[in-house]
């Protein structure tokens, strides 16, 4: 069986399948062997290769046909937050390391429908909790481009996986910017849907107003795809919106130009003049002269208060965090401490031996912008601030259809460089929590590299359910530029 | 702004064991983040609704109907179970 398959789409794999030019064992036999192969990019917390070639070759036995969905017999793989159940669900937690999944969540019940191979489990920063994919219980995930860099977290191990070609898609969580930012490290494309568009059940929950599930792919038909299998509502899930999610890939097949390029695209220059490394500062330029090329109008809008996300999300995010994860207490599911003398030491000793050290800052600083002394000063102080954002970008959108950003200020930096203070660790999610505080959808796409080879994403915001816009515009972008899409990190 | 007995103080309310050794550290940089934290301060916020949820549309109120999750599969979630209970620290002391 050879490489020349890794490259290809999904509904050119579908293709070549019913075809019969390769079977879905030897399209699966392809990606374990690169996953052996690669294993020291520490993409993965669980394989599942011999129960994934016996669904392959059952697969194979049934044979496929147009009427099959295009995800049929495609190996696929999932952040460790989604509930597969009878499989380990870790969240790369020592709390959750022997925890095993009693059902699926809506996200994987929708997948294993499609018939989809669930090959692995990708490993994550903590409980969802970072921007490096360093705070796993299970080490780091490096970043296939450059392997003394960090992927980009938390779904980092989702975005190695797919950019090495080791998973043809994966899903992930974006809180604030966890999907996009690893996607936008290792050259890839990632969505955050509009809260509300994918369901959380079964999803371990972080902070419950921001959390959305997204699809991650190499090229923008397969990001719609994967996301048109998961998304709608779901009666699990009471914050899922219940208008109807429209197929994005159909849509995408159709000619979207004449309808596309009349629109205006919005550049918040005043919120992203400082600060940002100037390679992406050219990248952006160049993206911007494309857009423009295409025949797109730009306009320059003012987001005042976005300045002001990075402040909202770290006492919205903590303070939801650790109220979530109040439910780790040693006693119905997770780590139990041994050593307890009554129920309080049973609760403190389990939570502080079970969680890393970033979930127990999360946790600490959550707890104390809830406490009756500082809840007004800053918890009901950032829900205002927060509308404040919302409004600003409610504001930006009777100018612009949607609003092209860059997804961080800096490419993937080194292991460890950032692991000592936390603060600049999260200023990398500078331009991606206005999104998740707006409940806004975003698609981050590669749009080349830096001086020193690491790869560059820009993401275009969209406004609520407004995916299908986003998406037909990173596809006009993938034609002009397929050089930069489809890339495979590493051999 | 947060010293170590801050830190003792909250990782109790949160119920989190820390170690003695780790106190001057979450301090410092739990400090650090509160000091970002503090620009919100300035930001003019009368008459502005607070913004505690996510949804961005009307959801419909779910169907008043019980389905019921099988017992025998969320007790297998921890080793810490007899007779399909959870296993806890006796509470009150036995009276002799």
């Not at chain 1, 190499?218 to 699990?236: E, M, T």
């Amino acid at each position: 069986m050879s490489n020349s398959y890794l490259k290809s789409s999904i509904p050119e794999l579908a293709k070549a399948l019913r075809d019969k030019k390769i079977s879905a064992v030897e399209l699966c036999e392809l990606f374990f062997e690169r996953i052996k192969k690669h294993k020291d990019l520490n993409s993965y917390i669980s394989v599942f290769e011999k129960e994934s070639l016996i669904q392959a070759s059952l697969l194979d036995e049934e044979g496929f046909s147009e009427k099959d969905p295009l995800l049929k017999g495609i190996p696929i793989s999932l952040k460790d937050i989604f509930m597969l159940e009878g499989k380990k669900t870790t969240c790369a937690s020592k709390m959750l390391e022997n925890y095993i999944a009693p059902y699926d969540a809506t996200v994987t019940k929708r997948l294993k429908e499609q018939r989809a191979i669930i090959i692995g489990k990708n490993n994550m920063d903590e409980f969802a909790m970072g921007s490096s994919n360093e705070h796993s219980y299970f080490g780091p995930v490096k970043n296939p481009w450059d392997t003394t860099r960090v992927s980009g977290g938390s779904s980092g191990g989702s975005a190695a996986a797919v950019s090495a070609g080791l998973s043809q898609i994966s899903f992930g969580t974006d809180t604030g910017g966890s999907v996009r930012l690893p996607a936008s490290y290792t050259g890839i494309l990632g969505l955050k849907p509009t809260y509300g568009r994918v369901s959380r059940y079964g999803v371990v929950a972080f902070a419950s107003s921001l959390d959305q599930p997204g699809p991650m792919a190499r090229n923008v038909h397969d990001l719609a795809i994967a996301y048109d299998a998961v998304a709608g509502f779901d009666k699990y899930d009471s914050t899922t919106s219940s208008n109807r999610a429209e197929s994005i890939y159909e849509y995408l097949l159709k000619d979207n130009r004449k309808e596309l390029t009349h629109q205006t695209i919005g550049i918040p220059t005043a919120f992203m003049k400082d600060g940002v490394n100037k390679d992406i500062v050219k990248s952006f330029e160049e993206t911007l002269s494309l857009i423009k090329k295409l025949g797109f109008k730009t306009v320059d809008i003012e987001l005042p208060h976005a300045k002001y996300a990075l402040d909202v999300y770290y006492i919205v995010n903590p303070g939801e965090a650790s109220s979530n994860l109040s439910r780790f207490d040693g006693i119905r599911f997770g780590y139990r401490d041994k050593e307890y003398k009554d129920l309080g030491s049973l609760y403190s000793g389990s939570r502080g031996e079970g969680f890393g050290e970033e979930v127990k800052r999360r946790i600490m600083l959550g707890t104390f912008v809830l406490s009756a002394g500082y809840y007004e000063a800053y918890f009901a102080k950032a829900a205002k601030v927060r509308s404040l954002i919302k409004q600003d970008f409610e504001t930006a959108y009777t100018k612009c259809n949607a609003i092209l950003m860059p997804v961080s200020p800096f490419t993937a930096f080194k292991l460890g460089e950032k692991m000592d203070d936390p603060l600049a660790m999260y200023l990398s999610d500078i331009f991606m929590v206005p999104v998740n505080i707006a409940a806004l959808p975003s698609l981050a796409f590669p749009t080349g590299f830096d001086t020193g080879g690491l790869p560059i994403g820009m993401q275009l915001i969209g406004k609520p359910f407004d995916e299908k816009n986003i998406f037909g515009i990173t596809r006009l972008i993938e034609m002009e530029k397929q050089d930069c899409f489809n890339r495979i990190s590493i051999e | 702004m947060v010293d170590k007995t801050l830190v003792k103080k909250i990782a109790e309310l949160a119920r989190l064991n820390i170690k003695e050794s780790e106190l001057e550290l979450f301090a410092s940089q739990l400090s650090g983040i509160l000091e970002h934290i503090k620009s919100l301060e300035v930001v003019k916020v009368d008459g502005i609704k607070p913004m505690f949820y996510g949804c961005v549309d009307e959801r419909p109120l779910a169907l008043d109907e019980i389905e019921l999750f099988d017992t025998k599969a969320i007790t297998k979630t921890t080793p810490y179970i007899e007779n399909q209970l959870f296993c806890v620290p006796s509470i009150l002391e036995e009276e002799n």
